[in-house]
T-cell receptor
Framework: SAVISQKPSRDICQRGTSLTIQCQVD?????MFWYRQQPGQSLTLIAT?????????ESGFVIDKFPISRPNLTFSTLTVSNMSPEDSSIYLC??????????FGPGTRLTVL | SQQGEEDPQALSIQEGENATMNCSYK?????LQWYRQNSGRGLVHLIL?????REKHSGRLRVTLDTSKKSSSLLITASRAADTASYFC???????????FGAGTRLFVKA
């Protein structure tokens, strides 16, 4: 299975600032996704990160707030912009392998003060 | 929005007992996956069952899928204290690549 790492693992940020989260995979994958998990909740899909084109966002998420880059088949970033305390969550990237199995990174725990 | 619901929301059992968690979903799917999440940590993939499959086993895990009822169940046999975690079902919607998660079941296994 793919090995996925995320940086940073956690951060505490001030409101109004931005944080960029990195996701690195040890193999080339076509499909990469970003999820948010608010405290005590399930995972919500933010967007599908497409290589070579703009990300596809889910309802309720917009590019200005969550810009995503996908420069190659092993790397993606998610930026959480102009943060507010409501953005405090765990952010997870995931990849789908050819077996259709979806694997997740360890997550980035974000606290916004 | 979330694809489906899981029940129960929380389950508390004694070590050695079996634990059954159910997942229902709303639309046609390509496959359904079950994950485990220990408190505040990443998701561990447990098992994938495709829409044309009815049952799969992996160790102490047994997953069933009933596409006519749009439901799945995860059975953990002979539970252990280490099985204490949140369990999520996730469905890949037909016609797309995205995977949508259910609300999850919190399992507590008492030693």
């Amino acid at each position: 299975s793919a090995v996925i790492s995320q940086k940073p693992s956690r951060d505490i940020c001030q409101r109004g600032t931005s944080l960029t989260i990195q996701c690195q995979v040890d193999s080339q994958v076509t499909m990469m996704f970003w999820y948010r998990q608010q405290p005590g909740q399930s995972l919500t899909l933010i967007a599908t990160a497409n290589q070579g084109s703009e990300a596809t966002y889910e309802s309720g998420f917009v590019i200005d707030k969550f810009p995503i880059s996908r420069p190659n088949l092993t790397f993606s970033t998610l930026t959480v912009s102009n943060m507010s305390p409501e953005d405090s969550s765990i952010y997870l990237c995931s990849v789908e392998e050819k077996t259709d199995t979806q694997y997740f990174g360890p997550g980035t725990r974000l606290t916004v003060l | 929005s979330q694809q489906g619901e899981e029940d129960p929301q929380a389950l508390s059992i004694q070590e050695g007992e079996n634990a059954t968690m159910n997942c229902s979903y709303k639309t046609s799917i390509n496959n359904l996956q079950w994950y485990r999440q220990n408190s505040g940590r990443g998701l561990v993939h447990l098992i994938l069952i495709r829409s044309n499959e009815r049952e799969k086993h992996s160790g102490r895990l047994r997953v069933t899928l009933d596409t006519s009822k749009k439901s799945s169940s995860l059975l953990i046999t002979a539970s252990r204290a280490a099985d204490t975690a949140s369990y999520f079902c996730a469905t890949e919607v037909t016609g797309g690549f995205k995977t949508i998660f259910g609300a999850g079941t919190r399992l507590f296994v008492k030693a």
